[in-house]
């Protein structure tokens, strides 16, 4: 080497590499801790990789989409195809009168991890975004009104992000739901306006739901 040239940066291994880059991609992980989290598992026994592969193999095949609510369900196994409702929407001590509407599942498991929101849930895989080309056709807005067909509906709460997108959603379904003579409210947040519905934490989540005022 010449002096003053600085030598190479060190290169990662290729199927070292890989496992980092796939670590990177996932929500708030950074290359630092991809690259820890790839070391913990290069010096892990082979037992413990198998666990987390198999694990991760099957997580798409052997779930599929609540029948009802779009929450996740584990797949029969003797015959996969059937639609299933998911546990919540099983649950005979749930209250049927009274539905939230979440924009994901995370936020669905926040409010459960509570334990104390009795009603059903609708997941609408998303909210609208005009910027983003997210229109009402992208989310799951036909499924929900179609069960509100059910007379037993009460009341609607709109559980959306407190964001610009996140309002419009809420603001767009309850013009929809209204006039079917549905009770629509608005969780109302104590934490400052802007904030992704999903880094909210469930004891604010529920006290925002308990704190709902009608749309
Ligand atoms: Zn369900």
Do not use: W
């Amino acid at each position: 080497m010449e002096r003053g040239q600085k030598p190479n940066k060190p290169a990662f291994p290729e199927p070292f590499a890989r496992v980092v880059e796939a670590f990177r991609r996932l929500p708030g992980i950074g290359s630092k801790t991809a690259t820890r989290l790839a070391f913990h598992l290069l010096l892990s026994s082979d037992e413990e990789r198998a666990i987390l592969s198999d694990s991760l193999n099957t997580l798409a095949s052997r779930l599929m989409p609540c029948r009802d609510c779009r929450n996740i369900v584990e797949r029969d196994a003797d015959n996969p195809e059937t639609p299933l409702q998911c546990a919540i929407c099983r649950d005979p001590a749930r209250d049927r009168g009274i539905l939230i509407v979440v924009e994901d599942i995370q936020t669905l498991y926040s409010l459960e991890k509570s334990g104390e929101f009795r009603g059903l849930y609708h997941v609408l895989e998303g909210r609208l975004s005009p910027l983003e080309g997210i229109n009402p056709d992208r989310l799951r807005i036909r499924e929900l009104l179609d069960r509100l067909n059910d007379p037993e509906v009460k009341e609607v709460i709109m559980a959306t992000s407190p964001t610009t997108d996140g309002e419009a959603t809420a603001l767009y379904l309850s013009r929809l739901i209204k006039p079917m003579g549905i009770r629509v409210s608005r969780i109302a947040f104590g934490i400052p306006v802007g904030l992704e519905i999903e880094y909210v934490d469930e004891v604010t989540l529920i006290r925002a739901v308990e704190g709902r005022h009608p749309f």
